[in-house]
């Protein structure tokens, strides 16, 4: 559906300059990533969301690719391929194609090649000025193209990580609720697990070997894997590892010697995902909540309040603001602060632009770990259609 | 679609197209073959306004996704795959109680620490820790794979395509799990693969399809009135 008119093509190469003309005044560089990408780097990390409906081929000398369905991660490898340390600033723009299977009939508000106009914005440390730099720029750009009366949808999932890393749960409870927070119904099934009496093993006789293994002896806990397993005359094949297999049953026989999670955490943790509100009334139920619950959740509160106030400082306007605790669950790889800006009323076809922080993405793509990024990118074609109907 | 005919698409080979004539047969509606013998057109016997056309049982289902023929007799398995909104674009008119079989996930006997389809995702995240990449499914069935795992929220995985003996690619180590058919279990068991708890995708077995994109006319209806009344559907 690009362009397919003249007109269309014009009026949306005339919306790009102007948005790329807000951007390169910011300081951000115009860059151009590769159309194909390597396949696996998208799949591991981008969600299932849109993992499934990613264009992905293999080629002639058995690479898998992919159309990019995103640019993120395209300007990640362009920033690791400059800077493999990922010890410097940088600043990036791209206006280009991306590329999303639709199921069901064509619509003009769901090509599935569209184009992306964004920035990122890598290594800087002070993490709430780059979150209000980001938003500021692209609501301008926004502007700039002719875009009235939009609103802005908030998120922070470091918020959710604080809450969880100050109750009291096991490590590899938290890592296990974390790892399903985006997808809500398996995080649901999670939670209800950890507060059931866990039987994760149904087979009577590798649950007595689980709860028998001895946590702090992982070497004889593979040595007695493997004897039942001969015992059994099972054979051992494929990749997977005779020390996997003994490290998720000692976790199995941890998880049966533990507590069960308490019907207040539960309830904590869900009450938590049901705040909603100003950014102003969310900071007051937040704290509310974990001083009730004894959580200390300072720091996340700290950098939730500074980054408010650099928002106001930047001329952010936050009345028409909504932050929603739950939202941020589309792309896995946010790890903090997210926005989307969007016309009310409108569903999928009035989310213009979205954005949010991914502080763990270059680590997981060979960069090194804790480097800070943020970005934002703005789908084209619906911003060109919500300004043709405003006009 | 030249004639005004209805068009009823058949397997053309194997168990599947005799059990099909057999069936058809029993209920008055004999299946002969027109032209030369190894020809791919067909009628029933004393059914004017039908014509067979035999054709590969996945080719079946992609005419009824399409509308080239205006029923069709196949496997589940194979229109739940191929036709991604298969309950809008035809109507299962009757199961036909053969070509049984069930699409599963397997996994090697020896994953002692994976019982369902629930554990599969912890495992392939250590497992991704451990090897630096996803854990391989093989299947043929590529699109029931994804959507089944979506629901699971299995979601740290790759498919690789396998087109034959997919219960073979764990030894072979080009995958890990596997998402194939199965009547018995014996050939799995034989592989050292054991179905997961919760890991039955599909219950298939052949059926009766309607497509309903296909040039429905007043002739055509009629006969596949008639084919429902004999079939007593």
Not at chain 1, 25 to 44: C, H, K, N, T
Not at chain 1, 230 to 252: F, H, N, Q, Y
Not at chain 2, 16 to 36: I, N, P, S, W
């Amino acid at each position: 559906m690009t362009a397919e008119s003249a007109a269309r093509f014009e009026a949306l190469e005339d919306q790009a300059e102007r948005i790329m003309g807000v951007f390169a005044r910011a300081g951000y560089e115009r860059v151009a990533p590769s159309i194909l990408q390597p396949a696996d780097i998208f799949l591991d990390r981008i969600g299932e969301a849109i993992r499934s409906r990613t264009y992905i081929f293999t080629d002639p000398d058995g690479q898998e690719l992919c159309l990019r369905p995103d640019l993120t991660i395209p300007a990640c490898r362009i920033y690791l391929e400059r800077n493999p340390k990922a010890n410097r600033e940088a600043r990036y723009a791209y206006n280009g194609p991306a590329f999303r299977y639709q199921q069901g009939k064509p619509d003009p508000l769901r090509p599935r090649e569209f184009r992306q106009a964004g920035i990122e914005c890598f290594g800087v440390a002070d993490r709430e000025q780059a979150e209000a730099e980001v938003l500021g720029v692209i609501m301008e750009a926004l502007r700039s193209a002719g875009l009235r009366g939009f609103v802005l949808r908030l998120g922070d999932l470091g918020l959710f990580r604080a809450l969880l890393d100050a109750l009291p749960i096991p490590a590899r409870w938290r890592e296990r609720l974390r790892h399903s927070f985006w997808r809500p119904e398996s995080f649901h099934a999670v939670l209800q697990r950890l507060a059931a009496p866990p039987n994760p093993l149904p087979d009577p006789e590798v649950a007595a070997l689980a709860r028998d293994l001895d946590p702090n002896d992982v070497d004889g806990a593979e040595k007695r894997v493997g004897d039942f397993l001969d015992a059994g005359g099972i054979p051992v094949m494929g990749a997977r590892t005779l020390s996997e297999i003994a490290a998720r049953l000692l976790a199995a026989g941890a998880d049966m010697r533990e507590h069960p999670l308490s019907g207040d955490v539960v309830r904590l943790i869900e009450t938590y995902l049901t705040i909603a509100g100003s950014p102003e009334t969310v900071l007051r139920d937040v704290s509310r909540l974990a001083s009730e619950a004894k959580a200390d959740m300072g720091e996340a509160l700290d950098r939730y309040s500074a980054r408010l106030e650099r928002f106001r400082k930047a001329g952010i306007g936050l009345h028409h603001a909504r932050f929603a605790a739950d939202f941020g669950r589309q792309l896995e790889y946010y790890t903090g602060f997210v926005f989307q800006i969007e016309l009310p009323g409108q569903g999928v076809a009035g989310q213009i632009a979205g954005g949010g922080r991914y502080d763990g993405l270059l680590a997981a793509i060979g960069g090194p770990a804790g480097t800070p990024a943020i970005g934002s990118a703005i789908h084209t074609e619906r911003l060109l259609a919500a300004r043709g109907e405003a006009a | 679609m030249t004639s005004q005919k209805l068009i009823l698409g058949i397997p053309s080979k194997g168990r599947l197209m005799e059990q099909t004539a057999d069936y058809f047969a029993a209920r008055g509606l004999a299946m002969v073959k027109t032209g030369h013998e190894r020809g791919y057109r067909g009628a029933i016997e004393g059914l004017d306004g039908v014509e067979l056309a035999y054709l590969s049982a996945a080719e079946i289902a992609r005419h009824l996704q399409l509308g080239r023929i205006h029923l069709g007799v196949t496997g589940e398995d194979l229109v739940r795959e191929h036709i991604p909104d298969a309950d809008e674009r035809c109507d299962f008119l009757a199961r036909l109680g053969f070509g049984k079989a069930d699409v599963v996930v397997a996994a090697p006997e020896w994953w002692i620490d994976v019982a369902s389809v629930a554990d599969l995702e912890e495992a392939a995240s250590l497992f991704y820790r451990h090897h630096g990449r996803r854990l391989r499914v093989a299947t043929k069935y590529m699109n029931l794979t994804r959507r089944f795992f979506a629901e699971k929220g299995f979601v740290s995985y790759r498919i690789v395509e396998s087109l034959g003996a997919t219960e073979g690619t764990p030894a072979a180590q080009t995958a890990e799990v596997i998402v194939d058919i199965t009547t018995t279990g014996t050939t799995l068991r034989a592989n050292h693969l054991k179905v997961l708890g919760e890991g039955v995708i599909l219950r298939s077995e052949a059926c009766l399809i309607a497509s309903r994109l296909a040039e429905w006319s007043p002739a055509s209806q009629a006969a596949e009135t008639e084919i429902r009344n004999r079939l007593a559907l």
